[in-house]
């Protein structure tokens, strides 16, 4: 990789094994995010994914499936399609 890419931080919001839902961070076992509410869950993992120079939210429903991937910021995108 060259030196002045970085690889863009991984964010995952998914249902919590004890309840509710979390956010974390791939690779760590401590949530950035945890909660009753998805909405909220979301809203908190976003903030903390954008004060990071690249980085991805994926957002997973109650079956495990990836409903939503968000990437910041808008520029690091590699792919040109709108949403």
Same mark, same amino acid.
């Given at each position: 990789?060259?030196p002045?890419k970085?690889?863009r931080?991984v ?10 839902w979390?956010?974390a961070a791939k ?5 950035v *995010? $945890?909660?009753?509410? %998805? !909405?909220? @869950?979301v809203?908190?993992t976003?903030?903390? *994914? $954008?004060?990071?120079p %690249? !980085?991805? @939210?994926?957002?997973?429903g109650?079956?495990?499936r ?18």
């Open positions: 990789m060259s002045g970085r690889t931080k964010y995952t919001v998914e249902t919590d094994p004890k309840g509710g979390r956010g690779g760590s076992t401590r949530a *995010a $945890k909660g009753d509410n %998805k !909405a909220e @869950v809203k908190r976003t903030e903390v *994914a $954008k004060k990071q %690249k !980085a991805q @939210v994926r957002i997973k109650k079956n495990g990836i409903q939503n991937e968000r990437t910041y910021p808008r520029s690091s995108d590699p792919r040109r399609t709108p949403g």
